[in-house]
């Protein structure tokens, strides 16, 4: 009986070591957004996004260089907060992510950039749209997004070309998304010859800007510009209305989301315009198979950035498969060098890890929903 004993163990160690060479690798991969809070829409959106790249890939049976590999996603909320952010970032990196979808906000991103630098961990944001972001001189940073140079400016000269508008006041909640938006809005349009009337100031989470409007009703401006976020612009519109500031409001991705009618009440139909980055979602060639996928998985509609931060989880992952490892110091060679195909289109990034060429659209409100009026060729 000795031998069958013998043959019987070889086997089972056979098969023992069969398994352990075919085991999955687990990947973590980190997403980080604000879950709660005024923006907290715009950040489930964006987890959603990851966690249906997520899902795809484990159910195709991903592999990098021949070998089974099982992503983990690992949520967290940063509460759009640059303190909670930085700690988010540190608590990712310690549970071993290899990469991080996120965050949103830019005021968040650019300090949580450090610490994923400093550890080697790639960050790709798929919103965050500072163009400081870009240049901290962080190789591991990536932005699948266009910047507020191109947004902010886009806004201004459609202000004054297409709106025809000679006088504009500005306001921002003092944010680094909204201050570096309304500054490239103000360069672009005095370079455009708009006249800047006022420029206010606010926070991300004031509710009355009666205040503010009833200094800037005062000087008459054609355009209100807000560098800011949806719900703090969709109350300003509303409020612009009980106080008969007769302007058009324009800003950049921050305001352009479907929650805006809802939010202020209506007022604003066909007089608000914003700047978002890449093409409208229909238009892309999976763009409306993407919205079907994302409603089935989630009984909910694509919001803002879900497609971004979708694609960006993809491109991570292609990355990890053309460099052969999912260690970041090894793929983020092949982010840096090689090209990518994208439910959003080609992406390439430059030196800076800004993707090159990226796409904006203007959107108006109309109807209730957003329109896309006008792209980038």
């Given at each position: 009986m000795k031998p069958m004993k013998t043959a019987m163990s070889f086997i089972a160690c056979a098969m023992l070591l069969s398994n352990v060479a075919h085991a999955q690798e687990v990947v973590k991969i980190g997403v980080a957004g604000p879950l709660t809070g005024s923006a907290a829409q715009s950040g489930k959106d964006d987890e959603r996004g990851v966690r249906l790249a997520i899902d795809e890939l484990n159910a195709k049976g991903f592999t990098i260089a021949g070998k089974p590999v099982k992503f983990e996603l690992i949520s967290m909320d940063d509460q759009g907060d640059p303190k909670v952010g930085v700690n988010v970032a540190q608590k990712l990196v310690d549970d071993g992510v290899a990469a991080v979808i996120g965050h949103y906000n830019s005021g968040v991103s650019i300090p949580a950039a450090r610490i994923y630098n400093d550890a080697k961990v790639v960050m790709m944001t798929g919103?965050?749209?500072?163009?400081?972001?870009?240049?901290?001189?962080?190789?591991?940073?990536?932005?699948?997004?266009?910047?507020?140079?191109?947004?902010?400016?886009?806004?201004?000269?459609?202000?004054?070309?297409?709106?025809?508008?000679?006088?504009?006041?500005?306001?921002?909640?003092?944010?680094?998304?909204?201050?570096?938006?309304?500054?490239?809005?103000?360069?672009?349009?005095?370079?455009?010859?708009?006249?800047?009337?006022?420029?206010?100031?606010?926070?991300?989470?004031?509710?009355?800007?009666?205040?503010?409007?009833?200094?800037?009703?005062?000087?008459?401006?054609?355009?209100?510009?807000?560098?800011?976020?949806?719900?703090?612009?969709?109350?300003?519109?509303?409020?612009?209305?009980?106080?008969?500031?007769?302007?058009?409001?324009?800003?950049?991705?921050?305001?352009?989301?479907?929650?805006?009618?809802?939010?202020?009440?209506?007022?604003?139909?066909?007089?608000?315009?914003?700047?978002?980055?890449?093409?409208?979602?229909?238009?892309?060639?999976?763009?409306?198979?993407?919205?079907?996928?994302?409603?089935?998985?989630?009984?909910?509609?694509?919001?803002?950035?879900?497609?971004?931060?979708?694609?960006?989880?993809?491109?991570?992952?292609?990355?990890?498969?053309?460099?052969?490892?999912?260690?970041?110091?090894?793929?983020?060679k092949a982010l840096r060098e090689q090209s990518f195909d994208s439910i959003l289109g080609p992406v390439k990034f430059d030196a800076n890890g800004d993707w090159i060429d990226a796409p904006v659209t203007v959107y108006r409100l109309n109807g209730g929903a957003l329109t896309a009026i006008a792209q980038k060729d």
């Open positions: 919103a965050s749209s500072n163009p400081d972001l870009t240049h901290l001189g962080y190789p591991y940073v990536f932005r699948l997004a266009t910047n507020d140079n191109v947004m902010g400016g886009r806004m201004a000269v459609y202000a004054s070309k297409v709106l025809g508008a000679q006088r504009a006041a500005v306001i921002d909640d003092r944010t680094a998304y909204g201050t570096g938006v309304a500054d490239v809005f103000i360069k672009t349009a005095k370079k455009e010859g708009l006249q800047i009337v006022a420029r206010e100031y606010s926070t991300d989470k004031a509710t009355d800007f009666k205040a503010i409007l009833t200094q800037v009703k005062s000087r008459n401006p054609q355009v209100v510009f807000y560098g800011g976020y949806y719900a703090q612009a969709a109350t300003l519109a509303r409020q612009m209305g009980e106080l008969g500031v007769n302007a058009t409001l324009v800003g950049g991705d921050g305001i352009c989301s479907p929650e805006f009618d809802k939010l202020s009440a209506g007022v604003a139909d066909k007089r608000m315009f914003c700047a978002q980055g890449g093409a409208p979602l229909d238009t892309l060639p999976d763009g409306k198979n993407f919205r079907a996928k994302f409603k089935s998985a989630f009984s909910a509609d694509v919001d803002t950035y879900a497609p971004a931060f979708y694609a960006a989880t993809l491109v991570v992952a292609d990355a990890m498969r053309k460099a052969g490892s999912a260690k970041p110091e090894v793929f983020v």
